[in-house]
């Protein structure tokens, strides 16, 4: 059964750093792009980054850029966000995502399957 399981979300000040993980068994293997959404109280889910399913190229949201960063471990099927330099805007529920291609997409209805989230939460 093909699984999305996040975790590494909590409680951080502005200007601080948190590492989610997404151990994605069955889709860190090459034939699927991997993605970074969150949503925030009352908003629609925003793209954050994404990784190719092929070569492991990256693409990044304009407001994260510079600050977030994903990459994957495909010995361990996972891939992670290593976040820099929080801010309280940054505050919401962090969902990985995989699409059935190899390229990226920034658009959470290019995603298939989704993991449950786990909670940032940036204070100021």
């Known amino acids: 059964q093909l699984q999305l399981v996040e975790s590494g979300g909590g409680l951080v000040q502005s200007g601080g750093s948190l590492r989610l993980s997404c151990m994605a068994p069955?889709?860190?293997?090459?034939?699927?792009?991997m993605g970074w959404f969150r949503q925030a109280p009352g908003k629609e889910h925003e793209a954050v980054s994404c990784i190719t399913g092929d070569d492991g190229a990256t693409m990044d949201e304009d407001s994260v850029k510079g600050r977030f960063t994903i990459s994957r471990d495909m010995s361990k099927n996972t891939i992670y966000l290593q976040m820099d330099g929080l801010k309280p805007e940054d505050t919401a529920i962090y969902y990985c995502a995989a699409r059935e291609f190899r390229t990226c997409a920034l658009s959470q209805f290019a995603y298939k399957y989704w993991g449950r989230g786990t909670q940032v939460t940036v204070s100021s």
């Open positions: 069955g889709f860190v293997k090459g034939y699927y792009a």
